[in-house]
């Protein structure tokens, strides 16, 4: 359960409320979003647990695609995670650290006219350095080992949820806060949404609340290395995911409580204002806005833990099977980790730290996921008709109705995209595609070397 919270809660829940606001320009709607962004995760979570007891092993769905659909799809899917979910998300989380560890200690910068152009990785130089040096530095602490990796993930998970805890507390008790302001909707508005441009609008915003949630399939990825994993990972997943849920629409209430919906808006303007700085700048002034930027710092430095220690064992996995640079399934002799993998991550990581900027990285990242969370799903209902007698100690609650739902939900946001941000979504599509001639070169090189040891059962 520690992984699952200290993967999935990050810099989302802090930062996407301002863009959400300017979309939906409704405090219901924006609520009602993050509460159906966190059911559609529960629903997706359950389908990825049913699997992932079926089939516990280091790769999560990339070993399960292969059992449910064929290696090439289970490449296409740990391909899309090293070019651009796992490391997209890595180098977002990031790249908001640093913003919040500017806000708190100033960073240089450089004049505008240095980021133009051929220079143009120069915009946000000292953000982007900061960003790069943290995913180095975390990287090498994974590199030494699980176990500290993974302590160091309950520690900060503890921090994280007492602070959410004072947020709360501190937000609904302030005087600085009105009721009114959670039922009015922004001065733009006009008569409000109804219809297709309601589900239009709630689907683009749900980019913003998805990515909040991601990171629910990490516990997958290091199914090999789970203590009991056909108990452990549907409890860590379901209760986890509750958890978060709970913390993501009371911290929304106390968002919205306290600062009106045009506000909010406002912020949006801003790329580099966090609402939620702002919020706790209302209700404890200057040190509010301190807290809850070494909150921010915190989270994000504990999802980026979360995300190196799992993602790594994508491309270990897929490496050990022939499908991936070869020298990726090394399990280094001492600490028993994936060293190679992980440095690969690190640097793919950093190179998308200096290519973008968050927003384009979470939509991209998030559109490029759910087409494999359906996949997922839909796995689910092909294993219980192909393998109707295959022992699952754990079926999804709700079946045959979750999976369908969730799968329906992800053709939407899939299609809505596509749509609406065509940039983001053939960006993503793009770098999935861009694995093709490496699955032809990789199936035709004649492997010679033995299978790697396990890495070691740790957690």
Not at 24 to 35: A, D, E, I, R, Y
Not at 154 to 159: D, I, P, Y
């Amino acid at each position: 359960m520690f992984v699952v919270v200290g993967i999935v809660i990050g810099s989302g829940v802090f930062k996407k409320i301002a863009l959400m606001s300017a979309i939906l320009k409704s405090p219901g709607l924006v609520l009602l979003c993050w509460g159906l962004a966190g059911i559609i995760s529960l629903a997706g979570a359950l389908c990825s647990a049913e699997l992932a007891c079926m089939f516990a092993n280091s790769g999560g769905e990339y070993f399960y695609f292969q059992k449910v659909y064929n290696r090439f799809f289970s490449f296409v899917w740990g391909w899309a995670n090293f070019v651009v979910v796992q490391t997209a998300g890595l180098a977002a989380l990031a790249y908001i650290f640093a913003e919040s560890f500017n806000s708190i200690i100033p960073l240089p910068t450089f004049s505008n006219n240095h980021g133009d152009g051929a220079f143009f990785f120069l915009n946000n130089f000292s953000i982007k350095l900061t960003a790069t040096l943290l995913i180095v530095f975390l990287t090498f602490i994974n590199y030494r080992g699980v176990k500290n990796a993974e302590k160091l993930n309950r520690f900060m998970t503890f921090l994280l949820f007492a602070a959410a805890a004072a947020i709360i507390i501190s937000g609904f008790t302030s005087h600085s806060g009105k009721a009114i302001n959670l039922v009015t909707p922004a001065s733009n508005s006009g008569n409000g949404l109804s219809g297709w441009p309601l589900i239009k609008a709630i689907t683009i915003a749900s980019l913003g609340a998805f990515w909040g949630y991601e990171g629910w399939t990490g516990i997958g990825m290091i199914g090999e290395e789970v203590k009991n994993p056909k108990r452990n990972i549907p409890l860590a997943l379901g209760f986890g995911m509750l958890i978060i849920i709970l913390i993501y629409v009371l911290l929304n209430l106390v968002y919205l409580y306290i600062l009106p919906i045009d506000k909010l808006i406002k912020i949006s303007d801003h790329p580099n204002q966090i609402a939620a700085v702002e919020v706790m700048k209302m209700i404890w002034g200057k040190w509010g806005e301190r807290f809850i930027a070494v909150l921010i710092l915190v989270t994000t430095f504990n999802a980026i833990n979360g995300t190196i220690l799992t993602s790594a064992r994508i491309y270990y996995a897929m490496a050990r099977d022939n499908n991936f640079y070869r020298h990726a399934a090394t399990v280094h002799p001492t600490y028993k980790t994936p060293s190679v993998s992980l440095l690969l991550q690190g640097i793919w990581g950093v190179l998308l730290v200096w290519s973008g900027t968050f927003d384009q990285l979470t939509d991209m990242l998030i559109f490029s996921a759910f087409i494999f969370y359906g996949a997922t799903a839909v796995g689910v209902m092909i294993m219980r008709k192909r393998e109707p007698l295959y022992p699952r100690p754990y079926k999804v609650t709700g079946y045959p109705f979750t999976p369908i739902i969730f799968c329906m939900c992800c053709l939407l946001l899939i299609g809505v995209t596509l749509y609406n941000q065509p940039k983001e979504a053939l960006s993503g599509l793009g770098l999935i595609a861009s694995g093709i001639p490496f699955y032809w070169f990789w199936t035709q090189r004649k492997s010679t070397r033995t299978r790697p040891v396990a890495i070691g059962k740790d957690i």
